[in-house]
């Protein structure tokens, strides 16, 4: 299986989601199980058929996060040498050329991604575009709204 790339807090961030699900959520959802098979007839109890497929989605993402966690390949660029080239776990600062509109992303795993608070998918055309590239490189980037030329202004190890 391939290696599943993370900066250390979205390690943490799942391996604290993880620890909710087990000790947390899933023992809530069997009392609710078993609250709900007191109510009898389970073939037409809704609040027992609601707390098994609650059941089923907690043990799914359990699963899914320990099968991560397993393949996973923990990144820190804190402890790198800032070389001035984009990687996996850099924060980029970057100007577009055409409206001088600046903006600086952490480029993340795929977990951690949250465009909010703009952090991207090392995946996302954006990231693909500027991983390689150094500061003060040109970037032509492919949009919704077409090619758009940026400059890497800023290049952090964070």
Same mark, same amino acid.
């Given at each position: 299986?391939?290696?599943? /790339?993370?900066?250390?807090?979205?390690?943490?961030?799942?391996?604290?989601?993880?620890?909710?699900?087990?000790?947390?959520?899933?023992?809530?959802?069997?009392?609710?199980?078993?609250?709900?098979?007191?109510?009898?007839?389970?073939?037409e109890n809704a609040?027992?058929?609601?707390?098994?497929?609650?059941?089923?989605?907690?043990?799914?993402?359990?699963?899914?996060?320990?099968?991560?966690?397993?393949?996973?390949?923990?990144?820190?660029?804190?402890?790198?040498?800032? #070389?001035?080239?984009?990687?996996?776990? #850099?924060?980029?600062?970057?100007?577009?050329?055409?409206?001088?509109?600046?903006?600086?992303?952490?480029?993340?795993?795929?977990?951690?991604?949250?465009?909010?608070?703009?952090?991207?998918?090392?995946?996302? /055309?954006?990231?693909?575009?500027?991983?390689?590239?150094?500061?003060?490189?040109?970037?032509?980037?492919?949009?919704?709204?077409?090619?758009?030329?940026?400059?890497?202004?800023?290049?952090?190890?964070?």
């Amino acid at each position: 299986m391939q290696s599943i /790339p993370m900066t250390v807090r979205g390690a943490d961030l799942l391996r604290k989601e993880l620890n909710e699900l087990k000790t947390v959520t899933r023992p809530k959802i069997i009392a609710d199980i078993a609250v709900a098979r007191e109510h009898g007839d389970l073939k037409e109890n809704a609040e027992y058929h609601a707390a098994r497929e609650q059941q089923g989605f907690c043990e799914g993402r359990i699963q899914e996060i320990e099968a991560k966690l397993s393949n996973v390949q923990i990144i820190d660029v804190t402890k790198m040498p800032n #070389t001035g080239k984009v990687i996996f776990g #850099t924060t980029v600062t970057i100007v577009n050329v055409d409206t001088d509109a600046e903006v600086k992303y952490r480029i993340v795993g795929d977990d951690e991604a949250d465009i909010k608070n703009n952090l991207i998918s090392v995946n996302s /055309p954006i990231a693909r575009g500027l991983i390689g590239k150094q500061v003060d490189d040109a970037v032509s980037i492919q949009t919704p709204k077409g090619i758009v030329e940026y400059e890497i202004i800023e290049v952090e190890y964070l």
